[in-house]
């Protein structure tokens, strides 16, 4: 019998599962889909700064730890993997057209300012001057202005990935793809087994503990086992453009649009808020928008070729926080879901977090304000309902 049974082979669910292995545990992942079907494999890899600070929401706090976990993670993974995860701090510029988005942006950065982050105001021709290639769209005015965050990080989430599920296997865990989840067999107030399918072979998973890491599906599982977790599906897609070269040094931001540049010269543009359920196909007309945001921002994009399109799920919750903690109606069940947005930043606390309430140890974060019983609160500013409506008005 093994140690763990984690349900889940997305960034929260392998990162859990690297973690416990670290520590010793025989840990065995159910993972549904292949690694570029995950949420995590669609993700741009975006990290904002993430300063810990006096008066920081749990959110912050959790982001704050879990961007510190990944400096070390970075360097330990390349160490035992040999694979470089591309996290880089590369800086993100966040733009705006008109004097309104101004003085929203404005905000936005002495609140950056209160929080110890370093934040530099720039007006249309400090933009120009800082990534020459927007020169064009400040001289059309569809840039005014803006802000430069010079610690803003990126990530390559197939690599991360990659390197993650190379390590669990070092670490001797077991990853199990097409593993569909049938049935959860419970005794009592534990459960005894998971049913599963198996690259088609049906098998009663048997373990000390199990772990829902997965994604926006972890709500229905978690339902099985009487727990109400929001863990809502919000698709998101993304632009994957081949260019003769890379215009872009550092991240651009424009509201929730983004261009995010590769090493390799490619360049990544996002992404969409949709409520489309399940659904992770991508629309000819989400995507044709994208390169329109791309082709504002940098202009001619003679020579570009559209390489690949795709769409994740994001898993997000109503009041903005995931959970993360034991299922109480379960002694031996654990739930890791509903990161949202934030899923592949908050990946690495979550999993230490996780694997310290596991253990029966006392975390470095306190885990209440994601226990996954907490009681209902008002949606927060990173709530799937928020962020649906800011998409909506920045589409009107």
């Known amino acids: 019998m093994t140690d763990c049974c984690i349900i889940g082979g997305g960034i929260v669910g392998l990162s859990i599962a690297r973690e416990l292995a670290g520590r010793g545990l025989a840990v065995r992942v159910l993972a549904r889909d292949p690694r570029r079907d995950t949420a995590s494999w669609a993700a741009a890899g975006i990290f904002p700064p993430a300063p810990c600070f006096a008066g920081c929401t749990p959110g912050e706090a959790l982001t704050a730890w879990s961007d510190l976990l990944h400096r070390h993670w970075a360097r330990d993974l390349f160490d035992e993997t040999g694979i470089d995860n591309g996290l880089r701090a590369c800086g993100g510029l966040h733009l705006a057209a008109d004097a309104d988005g101004l003085a929203r942006l404005a905000a ?28 064009a769209a400040v001289a059309c005015g569809r840039v005014a202005g803006g802000y430069l965050l010079p610690d803003e990080t990126q990530i390559r989430p197939p690599r991360h990935l990659e390197a993650l599920a190379r390590s669990c296997g070092l670490r001797g865990a077991t990853i199990d793809h097409d593993a569909d989840v049938q049935e959860i067999i419970r005794r009592g107030s534990r459960i005894d087994g998971v049913v599963a399918t198996v690259n088609g072979v049906a098998e009663t998973v048997r373990a000390e503990r199990y772990v829902v890491a997965a994604g926006a599906w972890s709500g229905g599982i978690a339902e099985s086992l009487g727990l109400r977790i929001a863990t809502r599906p919000i698709r998101g897609q993304i632009a994957l453009v081949h260019l003769p070269r890379q215009p872009l040094a550092r991240i651009v931001n424009r509201g929730l649009d983004y261009l995010v540049p590769r090493d390799d010269g490619r360049l990544l543009v996002g992404s969409t808020i949709e409520d489309a359920g399940f659904d992770r196909t991508t629309t000819r007309a989400a995507i044709d928008r994208l390169l329109v945001v791309a082709a504002d921002l940098l202009g001619d994009l003679s020579g570009a070729r559209l390489e690949q399109a795709w769409a994740g799920l ?10 993360i903690g034991r299922v109480p109606s379960c002694d031996n069940a654990f739930v890791a879901a509903g990161h949202f947005r934030a899923g592949l930043h908050q990946s690495t606390g979550t999993a230490v977090m996780l694997a310290d309430l596991i253990e029966g140890r006392t975390p470095s974060l306190d885990p209440g304000p994601f226990a996954p019983d907490r009681p209902a ?20």
Not at 377 to 396: F, M, N
């Open 314 to 323: 994001r898993p997000g919750s109503s009041d903005g926080l995931p959970s």
């Open 377 to 396: 609160a008002a949606p927060g500013r990173d709530s799937v309902d928020a962020y649906l409506a800011r998409a909506a008005a920045e589409s009107a």
């Open 108 to 135: 936005d950065a002495d609140a950056w300012i209160a929080k110890g982050t370093r934040c530099e105001s720039l007006g249309g021709a400090a933009v120009a001057a800082t990534e020459p290639a927007l020169a």
